[in-house]
T-cell receptor, first 114, second 112 residues
């Protein structure tokens, strides 16, 4: 079945370390997104990419970096510059531009700083 | 600035009772409107969406939502709630294809 795979499901990071969250999709979608979810705050956009080798900052990009070398993959690196990285991270991809427009989400990665 | 408000943080209903979750948005034009559901520790699943046309839209799992332009609302309803509906529900507004604004969510608890 087509979908989005995020790994790992749980990730622990020591302060000062960079960590990379994986997001892979086999939906053949061009656009991919990273969201951060905190309790009571909904989802906030970190980065998005509409095409391979291109990406744009979202609303809370500071302390994060991404790459888009393949259509299927959009990894997110949480750098040591991110002061409060503990959160639930969701990857999504977008299909369509008209009435078929919609987002498909992965099952998320929970990152905890220890 | 665009915003999405879900005024109810938590709602508890009895199994078999009706449900209405509220969503109000702030946007100058008619946006794309969505409702998603999230089970604990999981991603978001699309329940339904509104783009244009009939203001009452049907979704999966027996949910429906009504777009009311005059009230800038897109409330989610279900006539009879099942215990498996307990989850968190998010309203979202699509301003353009790359800009999605989410509400802060409503957690639904279902009493047996």
């Amino acid at each position: 079945d087509g979908g989005i795979t995020q790994s790992p499901k749980y990730l622990f990071r020591k302060e000062g370390q960079n960590v990379t969250l994986s997001c892979e999709q086999n939906l053949n979608h061009d656009a991919m997104y990273w969201y951060r979810q905190d309790p009571g705050q909904g989802l906030r956009l970190i980065y998005y990419s509409q095409i391979v080798n291109d990406f744009q900052k979202g609303d809370i990009a500071e302390g994060y970096s991404v790459s888009r070398e393949k259509k299927e993959s959009f990894p997110l690196t949480v750098t040591s510059a991110q002061k409060n990285p503990t959160a639930f991270y969701l990857c999504a991809s977008r299909t369509g531009t008209g009435s078929g427009y919609g987002y498909t989400f992965g099952s998320g990665t929970r990152l905890t700083v220890v | 600035a665009q915003s999405v408000t879900q005024p109810d943080i938590h709602i508890t209903v009895s199994e078999g009772a009706s449900l209405e979750l509220r969503c109000n948005y702030s946007y100058g034009a008619t946006p794309y409107l969505f409702w998603y559901v999230q089970s604990p520790g999981q991603g978001l699943q699309l329940l339904l969406k509104y783009f244009s046309g009939d203001t009452l839209v049907q979704g999966i799992k027996g949910f429906e939502a009504e777009f009311k332009r005059s009230q800038s609302s897109f409330n989610l309803r279900k006539p009879s709630v099942h215990w498996s509906d307990a989850a968190e529900y998010f309203c979202a507004v699509g301003v353009n294809f790359n800009k999605f604004y989410f509400g802060s969510g409503t957690k639904l608890n279902v009493k047996p």
